[in-house]
């Protein structure tokens, strides 16, 4: 089992900055690749970013490619997506996600964590 945590959400201009991070728990987490992705109101959940257990190869979307990266501490078991800048069309609940490969798809990850709330104002 695989527990994971986001946080670093909020409340942000356009134009600024935010960094999410995603804790991951137990005891093989630094086994699994690494994905983030979002749903915003009315939408569904949609690929942003992920990244291979070690870190060295990540893929992002075309709608963030130049402006989000995707990193992870294989320490800490914490990956992260540093967003900026952001864009009102970057409003939505993030979720982190982990699986054996890096997908792009939601049936590749295993297992989710709650999501975190990120806004943008115009």
């Known amino acids: 089992q695989v527990q994971l945590v986001e946080s670093g959400g909020g409340l942000v201009q356009a134009g600024g900055s935010l960094r999410l991070s995603c804790a991951a728990s137990g005891r093989t987490a630094s086994n699994y690749a690494m994905g983030w992705f979002r749903q915003a109101p009315g939408r569904e959940r949609e690929f942003v970013a992920t990244?291979?257990?070690?870190?060295?190869?990540?893929y992002l979307a075309d709608s963030v490619k130049g402006r989000f990266t995707i990193s992870r501490d294989i320490v800490k078991n914490t990956v992260y997506l540093q967003m900026n800048p952001v864009q009102p069309e970057d409003t939505a609940v993030y979720y982190c996600?982990?699986?054996?490969?890096?997908?792009?798809?939601?049936?590749?990850?295993?297992?989710w964590g709650q999501g975190t709330q990120v806004t943008v104002s115009p």
């Open positions: 990244i291979t257990r070690s870190g060295a190869y990540t």
């Open positions: 996600a982990a699986g054996g490969w890096p997908r792009l798809t939601i049936s590749g990850y295993d297992y």
